[in-house]
């Protein structure tokens, strides 16, 4: 089993690039990482650390690729108290609806009794043109908690 599994959801590939830089940086820190793009719920370990990455597209939706996961965590409602994450959402702050996939997400994981290390990143891609760059400053501050 990794240290860390990153859960990436993307529309178009952002938050997936975002996901793997962060796990080469997590790697280089001496961490295993295993990162998954869009896993159901079976797929996932309910113990240990995860690293959740999303954009949000439309009217604060989840991507398509993550949508399943988060059903099926609120129709199952697994138990999620050994869980720790931390969560990085890309998003534009054009939009009232700002980063809303991550809050979501975010939400719903700690319903569930997940707990979040540190606090949550949301990266405004009209200010950052390479995500990227927040995150990997934003995860050198994790690790740090971990």
């Not at 952002?14 to 295993?32: D, I, R």
């Not at 295993?34 to 113990?47: F, I, R, Y």
């Not at 939400?107 to 949550?120: E, H, N, T, V």
Request: net charge negative.
């Amino acid at each position: 089993m990794a240290d860390i599994t990153l859960i990436s959801g993307s529309t178009l590939g952002s938050a997936e690039y975002v996901a793997e830089h962060l796990a080469e940086k997590l790697e280089a820190a001496g961490f295993t990482t295993e990162t998954l793009h869009g896993p159901e719920l079976d797929e996932l370990t309910l113990s240990g650390r995860w690293l959740v990455v999303s954009s949000t597209h439309g009217a604060g939706d989840l991507p398509d690729n993550l949508q399943p996961l988060l059903e099926q965590i609120e129709e199952q409602l697994p138990d999620l108290s050994q869980v720790q994450f931390g969560a990085v959402g890309l998003g534009s702050s054009e939009y009232d609806t700002f980063c809303g996939a991550i809050q979501r997400i975010d939400d719903l994981l700690i319903a569930r009794g997940a707990k979040r290390i540190g606090d949550r990143l949301e990266i405004d891609v009209t200010e950052h043109e390479i995500p990227e760059d927040p995150a990997e400053e934003w995860v050198k501050i994790w690790i740090n908690l971990l």
